[in-house]
């Protein structure tokens, strides 16, 4: 395989993930997109690192999926506070800043 | 021949799998396919040489992160329906559309880079779990350390707003004590 195959192959993910953060109000399937969009940025990330003998892009993956194991600590932390406050896990309650 | 067979199958099974995540109502079903789509994801790793990394997103995603969704969906109802009525449809899939072009012509368009030479080369006769840990332990300590720290911090911060009000435990209270409590709390909220 090329690299452009793996490359288009993140690109279809990456778009099917910004497709769901755009489209979805639940605020779970926002967490599930974003995890979907670092997923595709990781394929892309392991077959350049393939492609020039570099292990540089696997690295890179390795920190994406730290932060990605974060993200889901703090966000679910956050999604939980905010369905106890409001006691609805709609995007849109989110529009109000008044506390 | 093996390679083109692996790589189409899972792509395949991981776009149809993230399609349903993205699509479907009940976060259940949207929750298992994640997960599928994770270990499908994983095939990729093990065809482009880099199996710690694949056996990394088997053990942290399927494992942790999923784990992780799976507990925090008991604390909502994560059944319940959300009204996903988009006020203006048209303009939100021009601007998916727009995003998505854009981001396929800065794939696709041609890379520069043709004369790169490889900071940290592979060694295949090293293998890749030790490759990987000579360079991380190495030319990555530093970074390595401050994704620990970050790593626990968000477990703290995690924590403590999962935790909070958490004082009070309901199983343990009488329905009187229950509504009582309830109406304080609203009481409080209308404040």
């Known amino acids: ?99 | 021949m093996f390679e083109i067979i692996a790589f189409y199958l899972f792509s395949i099974l991981t776009i149809v799998m993230f399609c349903i995540t993205v699509f479907t109502n009940n976060s259940l079903y949207a929750l298992s396919a994640l997960a599928a789509g994770m270990i499908f994801i994983s095939a990729f790793f093990f065809l482009l040489d880099a199996d710690f990394l694949g056996a990394v997103q088997i053990v942290v995603y399927t494992g942790a992160v999923m784990a992780l969704y799976a507990f925090g969906m008991m604390f909502f109802d994560s059944l319940s329906t959300v009204k996903e009525k988009i006020k203006n449809p048209r303009l939100v899939f021009l601007l998916s559309g727009i995003s998505a072009l854009i981001i396929v012509i800065i794939f696709i368009s041609p890379i520069i880079g043709s004369n790169i030479v490889a900071q940290y080369p592979v060694h295949p006769e090293w293998g890749n779990t030790q490759d990987v840990g000579i360079v991380l332990f190495t030319k990555y300590l530093i970074p390595f350390e401050i994704a620990a720290v970050m790593l626990l911090v968000a477990m703290i911060g995690g924590i403590i707003l999962a935790g909070k009000k958490m004082d009070v435990s309901y199983s343990e209270l009488s329905e009187e004590e229950i509504d009582a409590l309830e109406k304080e709390d609203s009481a409080k909220d209308e404040k």
């Not at chain 1, 605020?27 to 392991?46: D, H, K, P, Q």
């Open chain 1, 1 to 99: 395989m090329t690299l452009n195959a793996y490359l288009i192959l993140s690109t279809v993910l990456f778009v099917i993930g910004l497709v769901g953060v755009m489209r979805r109000k639940n605020l779970l399937m926002l967490f599930f997109s974003t995890e979907i969009m670092l997923n595709a940025v990781n394929i892309g990330m392991a077959a350049i690192s393939k492609f020039y003998g570099d292990l540089t892009g696997q690295m890179f993956a390795f920190f994406i999926v730290a932060i990605a194991a974060s993200e889901v600590a703090i966000g679910l932390g956050l999604l939980i506070l905010w369905f106890k406050k409001k006691n609805s896990i709609d995007l849109d309650t989110l529009q109000s800043m008044k506390g």
